[in-house]
């Protein structure tokens, strides 16, 4: 039965990973929450893991679930699952876009998908300083007017880490061609998380 709940569960974010990235983590939020996989907590430190990875955040987090619910077999079908959708849908695309890339329509729609990701990106960020940056709530309680402000508290070392980072981030693409590599970043907050937190 778990066999076949984490292939359904990662097929289904697999057919609808549209944006891929960072727009993908809600709907594997709903998909392992729903289920029971991983609690809020987990899928933040899951992010930060799967970019410190190679390879996607969704392959990364289907293979953990995976490995993590049901051994190696878990960790393939999970795997193969979120995969595969976009497999077969690029192997299709690839035959039809050429002929259709100039169709206004389909400028239409990929127009439209735009503003979508960037919005869930958002959502998304939003989520996580809610979950590392406030105590006494969830990240998805941030936003809800029944949540009492009283209840909420700042987490002052989450804030002013996350702050500094940002700003080395932004920072550094004034200063540097490229600007600072996601490695390095990775690399920074990890040492700084152990002089802060140790």
């Not at 974010?13 to 939020?29: E, Q, S």
């Not at 970019?51 to 993590?68: C, D, F, Q, R, W």
Request: aromatic share 10%; hydrophobic share 55%.
């Amino acid at each position: 039965m778990i066999y076949l709940e984490l292939f359904l569960g990662f097929l289904k974010v697999g057919f609808f990973a549209f944006g891929g990235g960072y727009a993908v983590i809600p709907l594997i939020r709903d998909v392992v929450i729903s289920h029971g996989w991983l609690d809020d907590e987990m899928i933040s430190y899951m992010v930060a893991l799967s970019e410190s990875t190679p390879g996607p955040i969704m392959v990364n987090m289907a293979t953990y679930v995976g490995a993590s619910q049901a051994g190696i077999t878990g960790a393939i079908l999970a795997t193969s699952a979120v995969v595969l959708p976009s497999f077969f849908i690029i192997l299709l695309l690839a035959t039809l876009f050429r002929k259709v890339e100039n169709n206004r329509y389909v400028k239409v729609i990929l127009g439209g998908l735009k503003p979508c990701m960037i919005g869930i990106i958002l959502a998304t960020g939003i989520m996580f300083i809610g979950k590392n940056c406030l105590e006494g709530t969830t990240a998805f309680q941030v936003n809800r007017l029944n949540t009492a402000l009283s209840d909420i508290q700042m987490n002052h070392k989450n804030i002013a880490l996350t702050v500094f980072l940002a700003v080395c981030y932004f920072g550094s693409a004034r200063m540097i061609k490229k600007g600072m590599s996601p490695i390095q970043l990775i690399a920074a907050s990890a040492i700084l998380g152990m002089l802060f937190f140790a």
